[in-house]
């Protein structure tokens, strides 16, 4: 038995313990580096051992957008949250979780039908009216620096491409021109 099926019995038959939480970091391109996910990681056992609660698992995705859905130790994390393998998912911040609203809003609708709750190191807010309030606020704004850093980046690769910049990461056998350094 694992200890994630450990915890689960232990909640079934009334054994008291100790929140079952688990972590979830993610950085989000191939220009980051593991230090960011042990950096986040470091944080969330940091913020499970002060609220008491017993870190049962991490998941973690490198180099995956968080406006997608396939995230494959996401797509773990709800499969999880589906057998009531923990009650709490922890981030470092809520831009690790979604950066989507859309996203944000259906996958958290989903853990609360497991009861589970979602709490950011960086950003403690509340599940009351205010908490739900501040949590679609943050959610706009993190879509909406996503779109702007899609928006930025196109304004950028434009007139290097224009100028003839092989812009698709490494340049093909057949390309002849020079490498952007964008």
């Not at 009351?128 to 949590?135: H, R, Y």
Request: glycine share 4%; hydrophobic share 35%; with cysteine.
């Amino acid at each position: 038995m694992n200890l994630l099926e450990r915890y689960r019995n232990d909640r079934v038959w009334g054994v008291i313990c100790l929140k079952r939480a688990v972590a979830y970091a993610r950085y989000s391109t191939d220009k980051q580096y593991d230090t960011s996910i042990e950096k986040q990681l470091e944080d969330i056992r940091e913020y499970c051992k002060r609220k008491g609660y017993r870190l049962v698992k991490e998941y973690v995705d490198r180099a995956e957008s968080a406006s997608k859905e396939d995230r494959p130790a996401f797509q773990e994390l709800l499969q999880d949250a589906r057998r009531q393998m923990f009650d709490v998912v922890v981030v470092h911040k809520l831009n690790r979780f979604a950066r989507n609203r859309y996203l944000s809003v259906v996958a958290s609708h989903e853990l609360r039908k497991y009861n589970v709750s979602i709490e950011s190191v960086l950003e403690p807010i509340g599940e009351d009216p205010i908490g739900q309030l501040l949590w679609g606020i943050l959610d706009a704004v993190n879509e909406f620096e996503r779109l702007q850093t899609i928006q930025e980046v196109k304004m950028k690769m434009r007139p290097l491409a224009a100028k003839g910049f092989w812009m698709g990461g490494k340049n093909p056998f057949w390309f002849q021109g020079e490498e952007s350094e964008s």
